[in-house]
């Protein structure tokens, strides 16, 4: 494999993952309809990587367009970023994101069968809801999704599996990311929430930068160490690097190979222990108050990644600290004020 397609290139992982595909040797052609990003993403590519890629401007799920693409570039593999993903959202316009998520990924897929292309699958550790046990690996059961953004992760699975196994053609992956945060350390790259972000990290750099309101804590009285959830944040640069090495992997596969990887920090920390990393981290106070449950909430989750780290051979470079840092670093630069 040579010529990759990243739908959602232009998006936080899409991006990160564009540059680490170039540092691999790879050529990243960019399928992006910028309906949640902005084109500033592909000056922080190239500023980065000193390449260029080819970016198109295109929903994902124009079949036609999308199959006339991968012709000229040539493509040979598929990295999917491409879908909605905010949860609150989806449960007020759900056929949004099923529409999105779900009917465009049966049209891309139909289109690498015929041609026979590989794909690594962005999935997410929502398919496993509250785990019964920790940490979550693969084998846990997958339970009625919270959400209908969370029920297109399970959809697409499920697809990407049945498609997959039925095929004399195609080959896949689905890795289940944890809580991807962090930026690139330059700065140049890094999550860009439009409108408000609801997600912990954007939030708090927001409010360390007082661009945002106050962080509220949501609930500190669940059965954890210290009373707050508990979530397996992953530096968005080690999770960019699994897509390399999950191409690389299914590059050795036969037809018809499908599997799923968790991929994750491996550890477990509290809201607070965030907001703690932040403060020692930046050297500034986290503006917060301790605050009600948030509905649907999951207590506590992080993943078992041994099977990423064996079957891969991809493992964690990065910590918190360096999460907290780069996330901080990425707020400062796009906080004109600062
Ligand atoms: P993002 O919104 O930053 O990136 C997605 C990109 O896809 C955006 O640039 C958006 O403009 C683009 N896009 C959306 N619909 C499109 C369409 N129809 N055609 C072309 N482009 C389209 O999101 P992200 O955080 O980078 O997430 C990437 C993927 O990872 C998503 O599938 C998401 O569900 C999944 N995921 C994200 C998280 C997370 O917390 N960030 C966790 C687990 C899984
Ligand atoms: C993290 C922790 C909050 C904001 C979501 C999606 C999930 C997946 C990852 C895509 C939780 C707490 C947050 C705030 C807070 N995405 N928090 N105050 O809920 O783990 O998962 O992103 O697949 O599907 O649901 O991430 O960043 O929203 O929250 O106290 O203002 O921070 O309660 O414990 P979450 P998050």
Redesign the pocket.
């Known amino acids: 494999m040579k010529n990759i397609l990243v739908t959602g290139g232009a998006g936080f992982i899409g991006s990160h993952t564009a540059v680490e595909l170039i540092a691999a040797g790879y050529n990243a052609v960019i399928v992006d309809n910028l309906s949640n990003s902005k084109e500033s993403a592909l000056t922080g590519i190239k500023e980065i990587s000193g390449a260029t890629p080819s970016f198109y401007n295109l929903d994902y799920s124009n079949d036609e367009k999308l199959k006339e693409i991968i012709l000229k570039e040539s493509v040979d593999g598929v990295i999917h970023f491409a879908a909605f993903?905010a949860?609150g959202e989806s449960t007020e316009t759900p056929l949004k994101y099923y529409a999105n998520n779900v009917a465009g990924f049966v049209g891309l897929l139909s289109t690498l069968e015929k041609l026979g292309i590989p794909i690594v699958f962005s999935s997410?550790?929502?398919v496993y809801g509250e785990p019964d046990s920790l940490p979550v690996n693969e084998q846990a059961p997958i339970k009625p999704a919270?959400?209908p953004?969370?029920t297109t992760?399970q959809m697409d699975e499920t697809i990407l599996r049945d498609a997959t196994k039925a095929s004399k053609k195609l080959k896949s992956i689905a890795l289940r990311?944890?809580?991807?945060v962090g930026a690139h350390p330059s700065g140049l790259i890094g999550e860009l929430p439009l409108g408000r972000p609801?997600?912990?990290?954007p939030?708090v750099t927001q409010a360390i930068a007082g661009v945002g309101k106050e962080?509220?804590?949501?609930?500190t009285d669940y059965d954890t160490p210290d009373g707050?959830?508990?979530?397996d944040y992953i530096h968005v640069v080690d999770l960019a690097k699994a897509h390399i090495k999950a191409l690389e992997y299914l590059n050795g596969q036969q037809q018809g190979f499908y599997d799923v990887f968790n991929i994750g920090s491996g550890k477990g920390n509290t809201?607070l222990e965030?907001i703690k990393a932040f403060e020692e981290t930046t050297g500034k106070k986290v503006p917060h108050i301790l605050?009600a449950r948030?509905d649907g909430?999951?207590v506590a989750?992080y993943a078992n990644c041994s099977k990423a780290n064996e079957l891969l051979g991809w493992k964690t470079e990065k910590t918190l600290t360096d999460s907290c840092r780069d996330a901080w670093n990425w707020q400062t630069k796009i906080t004109p004020a600062l």
């Open positions: 993903k949860v997410s550790c929502t919270e959400s953004y969370g992760k990311y944890f809580n991807p609801s997600n912990l990290f939030v962080l509220t804590v949501f609930g707050s959830c508990v979530r809201v965030v605050g948030r909430d999951i989750t």
